[in-house]
């Protein structure tokens, strides 16, 4: 069974700091997605992530994928308010190398970014 | 163009009623999905279309709950006879093509449901 984890669970970051997070998977896969979710707010899609090494930015914020090590981060820079939400990594896991789309997903990180 | 809709966007039941909860996804998405959002289990995958076909039902929580979908479109998801916990936030997510190359999902606001 698919086990998919993130840390850190909390994240209280200042303003113009830097900080990853961090996506475990216990199954090989390649891929990967993040997506973003709001207080009372359905999930935006943020970044794709189909093949080991990629790597993609938005902004102040960068994902990247290592198949080998089932690792995915998602990397902060200069942190501002606006970025406060929970974030949520999820594993798509196929059979005989056809995916079906079944999203795993982990537990969320709730960014709060202080003045 | 419009996203994926659900409705109602709220739904508060009598322990032991049906509900139906609609979703209607991104036109031209073949793909269709199910998932549940509580405080305690997160976010979890419940079931899948492909056109009007479910391949994959193992995330459905008991015979309690139903899905289907009808002309590779619009899709219900069924709960009969609710219990307190079946209580939380049921999202809808479509996808261009199962399986493709890029099997982004895009998510609609979801149902969020009470059992009293």
């Known amino acids: 069974e698919l086990k998919v984890e993130q840390n850190p669970l909390f994240l209280s970051m200042q303003e113009g700091k830097n900080y990853t997070i961090y996506c475990n998977y216990s199954?090989?896969?390649?891929?990967l997605y993040w997506y973003r979710q709001d207080p009372g707010k359905s999930l935006e899609s943020l970044f794709v992530l189909l093949s080991n090494g990629a790597v993609k930015q938005e902004g102040r914020l960068m994902a990247s994928l290592d198949t080998k090590a089932r690792l995915s981060t998602l990397h902060i820079t200069a942190a501002v308010h606006d970025l406060s939400a929970t974030y949520f990594c999820?594993?798509?896991?196929?059979?005989?190398?056809?995916?079906?789309?079944?999203?795993?997903f982990g537990q969320g990180t709730i960014l709060t970014v202080h003045p | 163009g419009a996203g994926v809709s659900q409705s109602p966007s709220n739904k508060v039941t009598e322990k032991g009623k049906d509900v139906e909860l609609r979703c209607d996804p991104i036109s031209g998405h073949t793909a269709l999905y199910w998932y549940r959002q509580s405080l305690g289990q997160g976010l979890e995958f419940l079931i899948y279309f492909q056109g009007n076909s479910a391949p994959d039902k193992s995330g459905l929580p008991s015979d309690r709950f139903s899905a289907e979908r009808t002309g590779g479109s619009v899709s219900t998801l069924t709960i009969q006879r609710t219990q307190q916990e079946d209580s939380a936030v049921y999202l809808c997510?479509?996808?261009?093509?199962?399986?493709?190359?890029?099997?982004?999902?895009?998510f609609g606001p979801g149902t969020r449901l009470t059992v009293l």
């Open positions: 199954t090989t896969s390649d891929r």
């Open positions: 999820a594993v798509e896991i196929g059979a005989g190398g056809t995916s079906y789309g079944k999203l795993t």
């Open positions: 997510a479509s996808s261009l093509v199962q399986g493709g190359a890029n099997n982004e999902q895009f």
